[in-house]
């Protein structure tokens, strides 16, 4: 596990979840995206079919015209009902067009709400596994695909047909010869368009994988440009972030050169239409097979044509490259969140409150022969003809193309113990014993692979996560803090508390300087408005510890877990935070995690953990004198001399 504690160690459920690319979406599923919103949709269309029928209409008043100026007949109102259509079309067209794209961000809206929800309620073993900035990219530059998709494809596209439609009845009517021919030329290049753009999919579903990866490689720089600037490393850094963002422009550009090609397959196809409508349709006026009027009308309507011809081709492609996107998006749709599997995953079959489970003279916290493992996923080893191929190295594409297998850490092995109810219990041991893992698999961040967790004589499996988490007040080993005001970090879990509730907890954890220095400073209405900065940079690492355990008493859970709680503090801010805990201790049950044995010499309990198993229990003075490893770690903290 290495020399640090590092508890949260990737773990996937299956290795199909572990593969780099996600599904293949199909056209069907980018249905539901238009039906969410109806009521846009069926108004598009509408103004579509009036507008397609205003737009059919114009070339046959048109032809009426030339015949009765052919015949010096008088034009009475045709010119102004022909003046009226076209500016009844142009009205027409703009208000579809704004209908279109209130519809598209409706549609982007709904799919990153979905998203959103989906990966914030994902295992937590997922976020292990993945990068936060490729998520934040499917949720960014993933979902605004759909957009193009809706606004330039798919329903410009079925409003066009009916105008595409009515274009080549009314070219078949008026000239059935030069109608085949034009048809035969439109139908050459839209083979060839359809079969150019089959090959953007896996090109686009690529580059936003990329682009994913650049967002992770700048998420890191970003997050950690303190560390990076201190180890000299901005230059490394800056090399590997640009490197990622080459990648992002090649895989562009290979998708801009695939759509590219449809463009002059489309100038061709129309240019040689007109062509021959021109050259052939002139000849045959000479002939006496048609008219002028005839002539005039059918290159009115083959105009008439080319606007849905040029929007079909342009669907065609945008449809391919949200497919490409949606296929990442339905990747995240298809993973189970985190509470979809729980009534199956119950013994019995089914979630039971606490009250009902709950049996009356069970320790708060049993640990039953509990064994785990994290599960990552890796691809396999490449072969030498790989190697040969990649120049001696393993390159990245090989890697993902390569087969993949889950690698299993195992963590924790047949531990048991008992946390009675309103006592403090310590669990201590070198890093990488377990400790942390514990208070995950209690918070059921994860669930064992053998063995039962309990709560109160309850098994966590059959308890609904949120009246679960609802007892437990849990303190990170990192104290993460928000970024925003002291406020809004401690109502993150109590969103109804009062100032004078959060005034309390901060007084009860010696940060009641803090506020009071904010409030003198910054002139704010109240401490609590004082800003944390960016991931609590504000703020020392002692007082974002205390601010985290603050924001666990407000909501003044029954059981406390404190991973390494006291680990930022210095002496005199230990002693009060041992005294601030000795307070809040009463009635409650306090699991806590410490290096430092200093800090939980006095609790009821401790539990010494080494690689995963429990190798000794009971007070202090006890396992010094029958726990070598306990003995050996108070001897290095000065807790009890050496010999």
Known sequence: MGDTERDDAPRSDSAGSAASHGPRASLRQLVPYLFEQRGPLVLALALGIVGAGTSLVQPLLLGQVIDRVQVSEPLGALLWILSALVIADALLSGFQHYVLQRMGEGVVLSSRRSLIGRILHLPIGEFDRRRTGDLVSRVGSDTTLLRAVLTQGMVEAISGLLVFVGALVGMLVIDPVLFGITF?????????????SARIRPAVTRAQEKVGDLAAQVERSISSIRTIRAAGAAEREQRATEAEAEEAYRLGLKVARISALIVPVSFLALQLSFLVVLGLGGYRVATGAIGISQLVMFIVFLFLMVAPLGQAFGAIAAVNQALGALGRIQELAAIPTETERDPELAPGGRLVPLAEARIPDAPAIRFSGVSFAYRSAAPERLDARELVRSGGRGSARDAEAAPRRIIETPVL????????????????????????????????????????????????????????????????????????????????????????????????????????????SASLDSGLDAQVGERGILLSGGEKQRLAIARALLTAPPILLLDESTASLDGVNERLMRDALDSVATGRTLLVIAHRLSTVVDSDRIIVLDEGRVVGEGRHDELVASVPLYRELAQHQLLVPEG
């Open 184 to 196: 035969g030329v439109v139908a050459i290049a839209l083979v060839v368009v359809v079969v150019v």
């Open 413 to 520: 092995h047949e531990v048991g113990f008992d946390v009675a109810r309103g006592t403090r219990v310590a669990l201590v041991g070198p890093s990488g014993a377990g400790k942390s893992t514990i208070l995950g698999l209690i918070e059921r961040f994860y669930d064992p692979d053998d063995g039962v967790v309990s709560l109160h004589g309850a098994d966590l499996r059959s308890l609904d996560r949120r009246e679960l988490r609802a007892q437990l007040g849990y303190v990170e080993q990192d104290a993460p803090v928000l970024a925003g005001t002291v406020r809004e970090n401690l109502r993150l879990g109590a969103p109804e508390a009062s100032d004078a509730e959060c005034e309390r907890v901060l007084r009860a954890v010696n940060l009641a300087s803090l506020v009071e220095r904010a409030a003198s």
